[in-house]
């Protein structure tokens, strides 16, 4: 199986074949998987080097020409470090594009802080009108791309991972999969948390949604699966924690309720090592997930 | 929003009565004002758009990166019929479109919303590549930013970039007041020049110098325009 970030660059290749509206903008990162669309298109696949102000910003540029700019770096370099150009070059201009980022949380655990980005939904979310996609799967990603793509002039921000289910699932028109139903609480799993997810509450009577798509957050789905209660809702998210809580809150407005948002903390792990170390390390491993479910619940 | 009727017949020597109905100051602000006769120059003899090809995909853009202090922006844009000369006495209130720092979703021919400094530069690179990509290389992208604003980074990424690509549709006015903190030691020019651009400096007061750089063939390569005009003590609105 192909990675998150091999798909994109095959999706996205294909795209640029068939969509002359379309252009990549790279800043060194990801250049490999666009040689040949570069070569075949050289006015619309753009690397600006070392540069993500300008990577984003002439994304802008691009959209105010009249393209479908598909922007591309790690997440901390281009929701961290370039936020402004994403808040006034594509939402301030009044321009859409589609943002695509990969590494975020904890995928290149070795790499440490300056290579993660767990704020990055939370941030974007800060913004008006973004669509945020977090697929759990390379075949979930290659949808939920093209499906990014092709939103008129929506702001879709695509977050890729290294870290995915063993099988995919189907990707619905935005709302969250219910994946199995019980009675004594709702877990919602974001993308990649769901194998996880699965696997921690084997054995407990809770329903489990699949949300591949975060924003806007399905509320309608939310209070369907929560059905007349207990409304007790356990958000597991692979990015910073807490980041949908409100969301989550408002949708449950109308009923008492308890939501636990559970994903990466504020505070730095200052470890290396591996994925699975790091899952362990911020409470995203089956075994803490299933801890922290069940003393919620009880 | 559409136009009123337009008086085709102003001059440059309208702008000062056009301004003072932002400013209410019949002369100060309008001597004050660094940008005046770059944008007078440009709109009358330059750019290839009027308020009829506002939305024309062969027309030329001009974004103004330096988005404060617009008064002679938008005192230009009415002289030349993009917007009724009876929006400007409503200047920064609240049912008016036009604020202190322009928005290109209120204001017809106002190609970019500026304000924040540094946006500008990037926002025309990429417009640059998106024209060419569409297969239309007729349209000359046109930026002004000023010798402060130059302090921001997000330029230097695109100075650079612009330089190396060889983006010859990129043009970009700067106007040098010298009210950058730190000065540029060594001058601005040149600081393009090294990076690849075709580079000339020009007193920017004088209109004939000015259409002169602004016209001067450049092949294979961006092209900088250094309007330097007197260092003022003037109020203008902050800088970020």
Known sequence: MDTMRERFATTVSGILDADPRTAVVLADIGTAGFEKAGAAHPDRVINVGIREQLLVGLGGGLALAGLRPIVHTFASFLVDRAFEQVKLDFGHQGVGGVLVSANASYDWPAGGMTHMSPGDVALIDTLDGWTQHVPGHPDEAETLLRRAVAAGNDKVYVRLSAQTNAEPHPVTCGGFLPVREGRRGVVVAVGPMLDNVLHAVEGLDVSVLYATTVRPFDGAGLRSAVGAGPADVVLVEPYLAGTSTSAANDALGHMPHRILGLGVPRQELRRYGSLDEHLAGVGLDPRSLRRRVTSFLN | ?240
């Not at chain 2, 005046?36 to 120059?41: I, P, S, Y």
């Open chain 2, 1 to 240: 929003m559409t136009s009123t009727s337009v008086d085709t017949t102003y001059t440059y020597d309208d702008l000062a009565g056009l301004m003072s109905l932002m400013t209410g100051d019949e002369k100060h602000g309008f001597a004050a004002t660094s940008t005046l006769d770059v944008l007078w120059v440009l709109y009358d003899r330059v750019l290839r758009v009027t308020p009829e090809t506002v939305d024309a995909p062969e027309r030329d853009r001009f974004l103004l990166s330096k988005g404060h202090g617009p008064m002679a922006y938008y005192a230009v844009l009415a002289a030349k019929g993009f917007l009724p000369v009876d929006w400007l006495s409503g200047f920064g209130s609240y049912g008016s479109p036009l604020g202190h720092h322009p928005d290109r979703t209120l204001v017809p021919g106002v190609e970019i919303a500026s304000g924040s400094l540094g946006h500008g530069l990037p926002l025309a690179v990429g417009t640059v590549h998106g024209l060419r990509a569409r297969g239309l290389t007729g349209p000359r992208v046109w930026v002004l930013i000023g010798d402060g604003e130059l302090d921001e980074g997000s330029n230097h990424e695109a100075i650079a970039y612009a330089g190396a690509t060889g983006l010859d549709r990129l043009h970009t006015v700067v106007i040098d007041n010298g009210s950058a903190t730190h000065g540029w030691p060594g001058g601005i020019a040149p600081r393009f020049a090294a990076a690849g651009w075709s580079a000339v400096t020009v007193d920017g007061r004088d209109h004939e110098a000015l259409y002169e750089a602004f016209t001067t063939p450049h092949p294979g390569q961006p092209h900088v325009v250094v309007a330097r005009v007197e260092k003022v003590a003037s109020v203008e609105p902050a800088r970020h």
